[in-house]
């Protein structure tokens, strides 16, 4: 009796152990959705798995939604692209180690039309301030997420807050939480204004009639990073995998897997690496 006692414990020993060393393999990511649409998310988190055997599991929303998901400890690391917001996100104690790892920048697109008179404006502000003035329909994802940050980001600059409830012209995608890409095929749909990251853009390009109007302000660069979820708030995550994550994100391969991305399809730069690491060997 006492034998098979024992070999029982063993058992049990044995399989918890082996279930502890399972859910260390695998790190939960709570992404923003445009990267992961894009495909360089999924890409990078399946070369990662080749590499270390080690399971990238990935859920997409906008950047604010994805750290509200994250506040609940069930992950262990986010990829975000609102700086506000993550500045937030880790001064409340929910995130540490914030490291950058790619941008790339956002466009307004409107109709080949432009019923704005806004095309080869240099400053985005002033752009948004003439669409407003001429009330020319302006599509907003509305969901606080990274794009509409910083959306509202140039409004602010502008001096000006839309409101969709009020202004005609400024509309509210409706499902804008579903993504970039829904919210620009909406937007194409009604011929309007709206800011969209490049990435998408050149995605979407070949089916919408919308097209870049004002671009390279600097206003629009697109900081995209990751933070690591807080292990002394939530014990339970993955820490140690988190980070070795981060660290190759930020090292060689995948910084030159982020250069390299779709160029060839679409014969311009989806991405840039930006790594405080590849940006020191690369100065």
């Known amino acids: 009796m ?75 690391m986010v990829i975000v692209h609102a700086r506000q917001l993550e500045d937030k996100f880790i001064a409340d104690g929910f995130g540490v180690d914030r490291r950058d790892i790619m941008y790339n920048d956002f466009v307004i697109l409107g109709p080949e039309g432009d019923p704005a008179k806004i095309k080869g404006m240099k400053h985005a502000d002033a752009a948004f301030a003439q669409i407003a003035l001429y009330g020319a329909t302006f599509v907003t994802r509305g969901d606080n997420s990274g794009t509409h940050v910083k959306e509202v980001e140039v409004w602010d600059k502008a001096g000006m807050h839309p409101d969709s409830e009020k202004d005609d012209w400024y509309v509210t995608f409706s499902m804008g939480n579903l993504g970039n890409g829904q919210t620009t095929l ?76 779709e160029v060839q399809r679409y014969k311009e730069p989806l991405f840039f690496p930006n790594s405080d690491e590849w940006n020191e060997k690369n100065k």
């Not at 070999?7 to 044995?14: E, L, P, Q, S, Y």
């Not at 995605?203 to 660069?221: A, H, N, R």
């Not at 690591?228 to 391969?253: H, I, M, R, S, Y």
């Open 2 to 76: 006492r034998s098979k006692i024992i070999v029982a414990t063993f058992i049990a020993f044995t399989f918890m152990w082996s279930s502890a060393a399972f859910a260390a393999d695998v790190v939960k990511l709570s992404s923003t959705i445009g990267p992961i649409d894009a495909g360089i998310v999924p890409l990078l988190a399946k070369t990662y798995e080749e590499r270390t055997g080690t399971k990238i599991e990935f859920e997409g929303a906008g950047t604010g939604a994805t750290l509200e998901k994250a506040k609940s400890g069930n992950f262990d």
């Open 186 to 261: 909406f937007a194409n749909r009604r011929s309007a204004y709206l800011l969209m990251d490049r990435a998408t853009y050149l995605i979407q390009k070949s089916g919408i009639k919308l097209v870049p109007l004002v671009e390279k302000d600097t206003i629009l660069l697109n900081f995209i990073a990751a933070i690591q979820v807080n292990p002394e708030k939530f014990p339970g995550v993955n820490a140690k995998g988190a980070k070795a994550f981060t660290d190759w994100l930020c090292g060689d391969e995948a910084q030159s897997i982020i250069k390299d991305f």
